[in-house]
Each structure stands twice: as C-alpha cells, then as structure tokens.
C-alpha cells in the first residue's frame, strides 16, 4: 500500500533553512508526481508546487518562488523541501501528496511535518 | 493564482442537508471536470472525498455528493450527523498545470 513518511516537527530561527523529507513506499516512486502543500496554523491548504520524479523538474506555484526548492533522491524514493531564509510566515505543516499521471487529484498524503520558526 | 471561494461557515442540524459552495474562474473550476473536495479534522491529514466533481472513494459516505455548474462548484452534505462537523476544502486543477485549493469552510452540526 502508498506510505508517504514525512521527517519530524523542525524549530527553527529566522533567516535559516529547513529541509523536509518525504520517504514514499509502495509505488514506484518515478511513477508519480510529488506535490507539496502548506498549511499555516488556523489557515487553509496551499499548493506550493510539484516535482516531476521522472525528470527531475520542479514546478513552483507563484507564492513559491525564490526561497522553497523541492529536490529528490530516486536512489531511496524520496522526495524533500528546503525552504532557505525562513521567516516567520513560513510557521506551518508542510505535506507531500504523490499524484499519478491524469488523477487529478491527492489520495494520498504524508503525515504532515509542522515546522515553527521563531527567534 | 488566487484561492478558490468557499463560505469561511455552514452549519445545519443533524439530518438536515448542506451545501458548501467553490466559486472559482474558467482557468481552475471552470476549465475541467477535476474539482476534488477534502475532509480535514484539527490536527489531522487531509482525506479526499470528493474526485472529479461527484465521484467518491471507496469507504466514503454516499451522504457526500458533488456537482459543478460553470466556475462554481458544490459539495452537498446529506443527512447531516454530527460527526461531519469538520473542515472542507476544493481544489480545482487548472488550464495552468497547477492545482489551486479553496479557503476552507468549516461545517458546524448544530
């Protein structure tokens, strides 16, 4: 069955970075897209972008641009975020969602990594 | 890409039917039938409910029901019970190659 295990809860400062893990088993992990969505505290969801596993190339929504690089380790199926230069609004659970070619939407999702940043 | 939008609330009485409303534009809601819904309890993982306007997952409540009409998009609740008091979220896949999802609106079972 799809497991998508996300790395634990990260505290972070202003101005550093986090980088997220989402390890995927029972799939071959090629085969599906891997998409990344934020959810601040008390807020809603947002997509932040997906990452062609096949190819290697990301694709970022537009509030997402600049500092968040999604990247992947095919050797180990798993996909990461790294957000550079957190700021406070980065406060949030970031979750990874696989999507199958012309399934349009996330079945699956990781459990979630809450990442607080806070001097 | 702007969020879809939802009502921040609906409530209803147990039994009685809801509908939470997804307005969003020809780019996203109105450019394909691929609007999905989710269930989010506080503190848990998002759970797909709704696929492609009114299809449902296996294991989901045929109390669930969808339908879309141009850039708007519903998601009715029948039977209402007080375990649906949840938050729910659209989403709409767009013209773009990108998803966008709705605000949220959170169901109180009165």
């Known amino acids: 069955q799809v497991q998508l295990v996300q790395s634990g809860s990260e505290l972070k400062k202003p101005g550093a970075s986090v980088k997220i893990s989402c390890k995927a088993s029972?799939?071959?992990?090629?085969?599906?897209?891997m998409n990344w969505v934020r959810q601040a505290p008390g807020r809603g969801l947002e997509w932040m972008g997906w990452?062609?596993?096949?190819?290697?190339?990301?694709t970022y929504a537009q509030d997402f641009t600049g500092r968040f690089v999604f990247s992947l380790d095919t050797s180990v199926s798993t996909a990461y975020l790294e957000i550079t230069n957190l700021e406070a609004d980065d406060t949030a659970v970031y979750y990874c969602?696989?999507?199958?070619?012309?399934?349009?939407?996330?079945?699956?999702w990781g459990q979630g990594t809450p990442d607080t940043v806070s001097s | 890409q702007s969020a879809l939008t939802q009502p921040a609330s609906v409530s209803g009485s147990p039994g009685q039917s809801i509908t939470i409303s997804c307005t969003g534009t020809s780019r996203d809601v109105g450019a394909y039938d691929f609007v999905s819904w989710y269930q989010q309890f506080p503190g848990e993982v998002p759970k797909l409910i709704l696929y492609?306007?009114?299809y449902r997952p296996s294991g989901i409540s045929d109390r669930f029901s969808g339908s879309k009409s141009g850039t708007t998009a519903s998601l009715t609740i029948s039977g209402l019970q007080p375990e649906d008091e949840s938050h729910y979220y659209c989403?709409?896949?767009?013209?773009?190659?990108?998803?966008?999802f709705g605000g949220g609106t959170k169901v109180t079972v009165l």
């Open positions: 990452m062609n596993t096949n190819l290697g190339r990301p």
């Open positions: 969602a696989p999507t199958y070619p012309r399934m349009y939407y996330f079945d699956y």
């Open positions: 989403q709409a896949y767009t013209s773009g190659g990108t998803w966008v």
């Open positions: 029972g799939y071959t992990f090629t085969h599906y897209a």
């Open positions: 492609e306007v009114g």
